[in-house]
Each structure stands twice: as C-alpha cells, then as structure tokens.
C-alpha cells in the first residue's frame, strides 16, 4: 500500500476509510472487515462522529482474523470543538484512547479552528485552540500521540501558528491539515504552502459528501473514467492521490469501500490531471474556516 512520510518520520497509508456518519454498530464491523480485507490499513474518526468506542470493538475483534496487530494499523481521530482548550484537551485525548482501546493514536488533529459556542469572530478562538495545540504537543512528547496535526486550517490560522513572532506559535509544527478538497474546491495555494511547509495535506469529502452527487455526475470526469475503464469515484480518488494528497473516503458499503481502493493500478494523463484541476468553482459541501478568527 502507498504511503506518505509524515515531518515526524512516520509512514502514514496514502488511503484511509473515513467513517463520518457510520454509527451503527454492524455497519462498522461491516466496513472495517470489508476495508481490512481489501487492504486499508487506515481509519479515520472523530471524538465528534459518536463511533470510536465501535471501531476500538471491530479492531479488536478484526485484527487478529487478519492476522494483524496494533502497529499494522493507522489511527487518525480529532478533537472535538466542544473540548478545545487546557482543562478539556488532555480528558478528551484519553477518552478517545479509551474508546478506541489503543495506548497510543498514530495521529491526532483539530477538528476545526474555532471553539464551540464563541463566534467565529472571537479572538479568543485562536487563544483556546492554541491551548489545545499545547497540550497535543505534551500528549506528542509522552508517546500518546504519535503525530499531531490540524483539519480545516487556512493559510492565515497555519501562519499564525509557524510564525516565531507570533504569540500563537507553537513548537511543533502540524503532521497534517484534513481539509475538504476535490475537483470542485481545489485549493492550490493551500496545497502549496503545506507542501512548503512539511505539512501534509489529507482530503475529506472526495467524492464530494453524502449531500451531492454533483462530482459523481460530472460530465467531464465521467468520460475520463470511461478512457480508463475506471468509476468516477476511482477517477476523483485517483486524482488526490496524483496530487500527493492523503484520502479518507467514506462508505458505509462493503463493495463501494472495496472499490474505492482500487485506484493504484492505473495513472490519469497529464492532461486528464489538468481538466480535472480546472474543474475547480471553489464550491464547498462542508463548513468554511474562513471567517474563524
Ligand atoms: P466522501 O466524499 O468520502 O463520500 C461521500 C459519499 O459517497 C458517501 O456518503 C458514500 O455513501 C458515497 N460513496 C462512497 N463510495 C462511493 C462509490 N464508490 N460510488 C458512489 N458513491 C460512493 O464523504 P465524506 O464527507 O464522508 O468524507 C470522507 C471522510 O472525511 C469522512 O467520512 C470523515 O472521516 C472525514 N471528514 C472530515 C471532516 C472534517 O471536518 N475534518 C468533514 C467531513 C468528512 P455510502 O455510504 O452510501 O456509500
């Protein structure tokens, strides 16, 4: 399986299962026996997504079927809006351990930049989260956490933090930023900067979420799926990984999440990258950190 070299010096699988939204108990057995299976050796959740306590159950349970062990398997989850800052942070990353029944997690990002109930415009969402940061770089430096690293960060809110004049810098520099990116929101300049900056970037919502079928439509991808004898989800996965980018997609089917890893046997043209880059209309599905301060 492909995989990307994180700024801490550990191999993260270059394709994960994302798991927003499955919180059904058999759906996730299903899924993590299906993704195992079919060779995913990385899973992506949330404190938010109300599923880690299954996951920790199926891997448990799954693992040792596959004749696999702990350290064969990439654990990503994220800290919750509602436990950002000192007091919450470090409770929050070892109920997350708990529920996943794992002593480590091989990475560990910030949901989002802003804390529950401030506005997005608060200054102090920027105090609060760096709080966070501080406490995730303890959990780094005792082991619990293996890499550390934000999601749905901008530009200005990563600045803040690697600036050593700003009052927000932290001494780690993030592994990771898991933004929403696909053909309809590439967003070049981010991707640039990360690159710059050791910080890989990870997609969500690469087949652009459960509330489109807009991409898995789109006319232009569709034909360049069929020159490959591939699926238009194949084709949208294949050109994030063609960017370097780490995916998560989701599925709560057994065969779509088969399908879905079945993108390394095949190359888009350069040309197929180009139209598939210039498809780019800065359309969001998710939520937009922008206006957080
Ligand atoms: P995706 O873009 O990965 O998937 C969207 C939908 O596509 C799914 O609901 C799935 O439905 C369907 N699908 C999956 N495979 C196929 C296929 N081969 N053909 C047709 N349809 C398919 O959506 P997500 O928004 O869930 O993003 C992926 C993951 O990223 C999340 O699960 C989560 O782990 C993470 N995420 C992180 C966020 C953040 O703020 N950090 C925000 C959003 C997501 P079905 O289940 O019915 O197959």
């Known amino acids: 399986m492909k995989s990307v070299k994180l700024n801490t010096g550990h191999s993260m699988p270059i ?46 349970k799954f693992l040792p079927q596959f004749k696999l062990k702990r350290e064969d398997i990439f ?18 990353i070892q109920e997350t351990l708990d529920n996943l029944r794992t002593p480590y997690l091989d990475l560990f990002l910030i949901h989002w930049p802003g804390v529950q ?11 609060i989260r760096t709080q966070s940061w501080k406490c995730m770089e303890q959990a780094h430096l005792n082991g619990k956490l293996r890499a550390i690293g934000v999601s749905n960060y901008t530009v200005k809110h990563l600045n803040e933090m690697l600036d050593p004049n700003s009052p927000y810098h932290c001494k780690v520099v993030p592994a990771v930023n898991q933004v929403e990116f696909h053909p309809y929101l590439y967003q070049k300049e981010l991707l640039e900067y990360c690159n710059q900056k050791g910080i890989r970037l990870e997609a969500y919502s690469s087949l652009g979420s459960q509330k489109s079928q807009d991409l898995l439509k789109d006319e232009k991808v569709a034909l360049i799926a069929k020159n490959h004898g591939k699926s238009v989800a194949q084709v949208l996965l294949r050109w994030a990984v063609q960017h370097e980018i780490i995916i998560i997609p989701k599925s709560s089917k057994a065969d779509r999440v088969k399908d879905n890893i079945k993108i390394f046997d095949f190359e888009l043209s350069s040309q197929d990258m180009e139209t598939l880059d210039g498809l780019n209309k800065n359309l969001r599905y998710s939520w937009d950190p922008s206006k957080v301060f």
């Open 15 to 60: 394709i994960g299962l994302g798991t927003y939204l499955i919180k059904d108990k058999d759906t996730i057995m299903e899924v993590v026996r299906a993704s195992l299976e079919s060779g995913y050796r990385a899973f992506d959740t949330a404190e938010l997504y109300e599923n880690e306590h299954h996951l920790g159950e199926a891997f448990e």
């Open 75 to 92: 654990i990503t989850s994220k800290l919750a809006t509602n436990n950002q800052g000192a007091e919450k942070a470090p409770k929050a």
């Open 117 to 127: 109930d401030l506005n997005e415009d608060d200054p102090q969402n920027r105090e």
